[in-house]
C-alpha cells in the first residue's frame, strides 16, 4: 500500500532527518537540502516562515526537524503514488512551500508533465525540472520584445497601461492587491530624500523563494545586511512597509525598529511618485514590481534574486552575497540615461502583462476576474459562481482544457 510506512522505515526516515537537521545547523548559508535527489531548502524555509510564523528562518528551532521528518515522508509517498498511478498530467496551484513543491518536483523527477495555475499573468504555465517554480520565466523579455514587429505601437499601450496603473489602478499584475499602492492620499515626505536610497520591504511572511536564484534565505536577512551594508557606506536610506503586508508583518516591522533603531522609515502610504520627484538615487527590492515602476520615474533599482526584470539594464541583479553588497555601495550610480529606463520599463510593462494572443489575454483576465472574485472583499457565494461560470463558458478555456487533456 502506497500510505503505509513500517516501524523500521520510520526509525530510518527520522534518523535522516536528525541528520539532515544537524547539516543545517552546522553550516552558515546553506545552499541545497535533497532527499531521494528532490531539492527542499527553498520549500523548508518558506514553509517554516509560514508555519512558525517568524519572520527569520531558524535552523536550530526544532520546527525545522518536525518539517524534514514530515518532507521526507511526503517525498517518498509521492513517488510512491506517481509511480504507480502514472497519471497523464498532474496540475496544481502553486509551486511554493513544502505543501505545493514536493509533488511538482517529485512528479518532474519522474517525467510526468506538471502545470500550475498560480501566475495571474498568464493562466497555466508547463513546468520543467529546470524551472519548477510557478512565477513566469522572463529572462528572455528584453531579447523578444526586440524581436517584436511594431514595437512603438506595442510601447504606446504598455505606456496607457503603465501610467493607469501609477494613477491607482489595479491591473492583472497587482491584482493580489487589496488596494493599488498609488491610491492613496498624499502624506508628508520627510527631509534627506534627495540622493537617498529607498528600500521597498515585502511581506515577510510571503514566499521569499517564489523566484529562484534568491541570494537570502528570508526578506529579515536581506533587509538587515541592505540596511547595514549602506549605513558602513555612509549612504542615507529609507525603509518603506509593503503596502499590502499581512498582520503579522506589522509585529515584525516593530521588531525591526527596534533591532535597528536608528533606520528611517516612511509609511506604506508614501506615493513611489513622489519619492521619485523628490530625487531618490534609487530602490531596492528582492523582486518587486516596483523595480519597472521606479525605472518609467527614471529611478534604477538593485535586486537580487531571478526575478522578472533581471533581463533589462534598468534593474542590477545580484547573483551572490559580496556582488550585492557591492551594488549597493555603488547605489547611486546611473546605469542608464532616464530616456531608456523609461523605454526599457515600457518594454518590460509589455512582455509582462500585454504579449500574447488576443486568445492567452481573454484566458488570462478571465482568470484574473474569477481569483479575485474569491479573494477580494466583498467575497459572496453569488459574486464567485458568476465569476466561474463566465470563465469556465470562454471560448478560451474551452480549447485550453481540450489541449490539456489532448
Avoid at 313 to 338: M, N, W
Amino acid at each position: 500500500m502506497v500510505g503505509s510506512v513500517s516501524p523500521f522505515e520510520w526509525i530510518a526516515e527520522r534518523r535522516l532527518a536528525r541528520e539532515l537537521w544537524s547539516t543545517l545547523r552546522a553550516s552558515p548559508a546553506p545552499s541545497t537540502l535533497r532527499v531521494d535527489g528532490i531539492e527542499l531548502l527553498d520549500l523548508l524555509i518558506d514553509s517554516y516562515l509560514r508555519l512558525s510564523p517568524s519572520p527569520r528562518f531558524d535552523a536550530c528551532d526544532p520546527l525545522v526537524l518536525d518539517l524534514l521528518c514530515a518532507s521526507i515522508r511526503a517525498v517518498r509517498r509521492a513517488s510512491a503514488w506517481f509511480a504507480a498511478v502514472r497519471p497523464r498530467v498532474y496540475l496544481t496551484s502553486y509551486t511554493s512551500y513544502l505543501a505545493h513543491g514536493i509533488p511538482v518536483r517529485v512528479a518532474l523527477a519522474q517525467g510526468i508533465p506538471v502545470w500550475s495555475f498560480g501566475n495571474l499573468g498568464r493562466f497555466g504555465k508547463r513546468l520543467t525540472q529546470d524551472d519548477p517554480f510557478h512565477t513566469r520565466d522572463a529572462s528572455d523579455y528584453a531579447r523578444r520584445f526586440a524581436m517584436l514587429p511594431g514595437t512603438e505601437v506595442r510601447l504606446d499601450e504598455a505606456r496607457a497601461g503603465l501610467e493607469s496603473r501609477l494613477s491607482g489602478t489595479v491591473d492583472a499584475a497587482t491584482s493580489y492587491m487589496r488596494r493599488s499602492a498609488y491610491s492613496y492620499s498624499e502624506s508628508d515626505l520627510p527631509d534627506g530624500l534627495a540622493g537617498a536610497v529607498v528600500v521597498f520591504l515585502h511581506d515577510f511572511y510571503d514566499s521569499p523563494h517564489v523566484f529562484p536564484d534568491l541570494v537570502f534565505p528570508d526578506f529579515w536577512c536581506w533587509l538587515a545586511v541592505t540596511v547595514e551594508t549602506l549605513e558602513e557606506a555612509g549612504i542615507a536610506c529609507f525603509l518603506k512597509p509593503h503596502p499590502n503586508q499581512i498582520v503579522d508583518s506589522d509585529q515584525a516591522v516593530a521588531e525591526f525598529r527596534a533591532a535597528y533603531p536608528a533606520a528611517r522609515w516612511l509609511t506604506a502610504e508614501a506615493s513611489n511618485a513622489r519619492l521619485a520627484r523628490a530625487g531618490i538615487a534609487c530602490g531596492v527590492t528582492v523582486y518587486g514590481t516596483v523595480a519597472h515602476e521606479l525605472a518609467y520615474l527614471g529611478v534604477p533599482s538593485i535586486a537580487c534574486a531571478r526575478h522578472p526584470h533581471h533581463s533589462f539594464g534598468f534593474c542590477r541583479t545580484a547573483s551572490s552575497l559580496p556582488e550585492y553588497k557591492a551594488l549597493l555601495r555603488d547605489a547611486r550610480v546611473v546605469p542608464l540615461p532616464r530616456e531608456t529606463m523609461q523605454r526599457e520599463a515600457l518594454a518590460f510593462y509589455y512582455m509582462h502583462n500585454l504579449e500574447g494572443s488576443d486568445v492567452e489575454r481573454e484566458l488570462r483576465d478571465g482568470f484574473v476576474e474569477f481569483w479575485r472574485a474569491s479573494n477580494v472583499k466583498p467575497c459572496t457565494d453569488e459574486r464567485l459562481l458568476d465569476a466561474f461560470q463566465r470563465f469556465v463558458g470562454l471560448p478560451s478555456f474551452t480549447t485550453f482544457a481540450r489541449a490539456l487533456i489532448s
